[in-house]
């Protein structure tokens, strides 16, 4: 914005040139009605009568003109305070809490509209919009993320014994997984205590309630981790007829899970078996209050051959990177994703070689639930030696 004394030496400079202009057009007429009035007896009433005619006949084009400018103008001046107004919004939160709720919604809705042209997408997009800010106060995301899993047919001594071992059921699994959870507002009751509860499930149904986070009465919905422990009908009674002190020993030693959070690694206070699962709690000194934690499992254990492994992403999770190894001279796998609707769960985001899929999301964050499915299953020659074995 220019300073008023500024204006005024402008403002002086522009008057005199004015000035100038109309002098000239002055000079022209008085030499054009000379040499008109000598050559064909051309008179000031003609000269007037040609000035008015030629005034009316421009007046209109000049009329129609300003009102065109005008609205050009005021459409592009409008735009771009309109502009300069989203910017200022977007780029200061602190002035959008000036606004209501609702005016905030219309905000934003108006934003995406403005982005996408198919009106479902925006409803679409809008929907889910609502959903975060709806659950601000308990939401949360994973700004990294890491899973390692490794799958073998070579079992450590500790499980000599547990039932179904000798019959070749089972292949052995070692997962490691490394993630950042950040509370946007509030905080969910599985990370917000010391005493932090990881859950071993039995069955598909109670470990998708513990996912979904959708049943309170679940222990499972209170943990902060959930795997499928698929395990033979006399595994499940051989764990049953343990003591407390006999299940917890068997969990450790077929297990051996690691627990850290922030650093700070857990302690093993308790092994509860459960209907429909495992869930064992760990007590963990680690600052609660904090709205960002860093968070590292490692353990190991048992799996059925012919079953799935699946790996979802519960929360909003930026740039996964999941590692699934087998051994694929005994073992036949596959792998279905559902990472997103685009390439990425595709080609372009996982390679498969020498019994490796390597998923790898880079720059974009994925939303839940979305995840990876693989199936495991035994070799079909391996089979055919297992069943000489046994005749």
């Not at 609502?130 to 995301?141: C, F, G, N, P, T």
């Not at 039995?202 to 513990?210: H, R, T």
Request: proline share 3%; glycine share 6%; net charge negative.
């Amino acid at each position: 914005m220019k300073k008023p004394d500024k204006d005024k030496k402008l403002h002086m400079t522009t008057l005199p040139a004015t000035l100038v202009l109309i002098l000239i057009a002055l000079l022209l007429v008085f030499v054009g009605y000379v040499y008109l009035s000598l050559k064909s007896n051309y008179t000031i009433d003609d000269l007037i009568d040609d000035i008015v005619g030629n005034l009316i006949g421009v007046m209109g084009a000049f009329l129609l003109f300003d009102i065109i400018y005008n609205k050009l103008t005021q459409d592009e001046y409008a735009r771009n305070v309109s502009q300069e107004i989203t910017k200022t919004l977007m780029g200061d939160p602190e002035t959008l809490d000036a606004f209501n709720e609702e005016d905030k919604h219309n905000f934003l809705v108006s934003t995406i509209r403005s982005m996408m042209n198919d009106e479902d997408a925006v409803e679409m997009v809008v929907g889910n919009m609502d959903q975060y800010m709806e659950y601000a106060h308990v939401s949360r995301i994973r700004p990294h993320f890491s899973y390692v899993i490794t799958l073998t047919t070579e079992f450590p001594t500790d499980y000599d014994g547990f039932p179904g071992m000798e019959e070749d059921k089972y292949f052995y699994v070692q997962e490691n997984l490394n993630y950042g959870v950040k509370y946007l507002s509030g905080k969910y009751e599985n990370l917000s205590s010391n005493e932090v509860k990881i859950g071993f499930s039995f069955d598909k149904m109670s470990l998708d309630v513990g996912l979904l986070e959708s049943d309170e009465k679940s222990e499972f919905s209170k943990c902060i981790f959930n795997e499928s422990l698929e395990i033979t009908p006399e595994a499940i009674r051989y764990l049953r007829d343990l003591s407390k002190e006999e299940l917890r020993k068997k969990y450790e030693e077929l297990f051996t899970a690691v627990l850290k959070i922030d650093n700070k690694q857990g302690e093993l206070i308790k092994v509860d078996l459960r209907s429909d699962g495992i869930v064992a709690t760990y007590d963990v000194d680690y600052d609660t209050s904090a709205n960002e934690h860093s968070v590292r499992l490692i353990f190991h254990m048992p799996k059925l051959w012919d079953s799935i492994f699946e790996v979802t992403l519960v929360d909003p999770t930026r740039e996964p990177k999941i590692t699934f190894d087998y051994m694929p001279g005994k073992m036949d796998v596959k792998m279905y994703s559902y990472l997103t609707k685009g390439s990425e769960s595709n080609d372009g985001a996982y390679e498969q070689q020498n019994g490796l899929f390597d998923v790898s999301v880079k720059g974009k964050w994925l939303y839940p639930k979305s995840g990876i499915v693989f199936t495991v299953k035994k070799k079909p020659h391996q089979i055919k030696q297992q069943d000489k074995a046994e005749a």
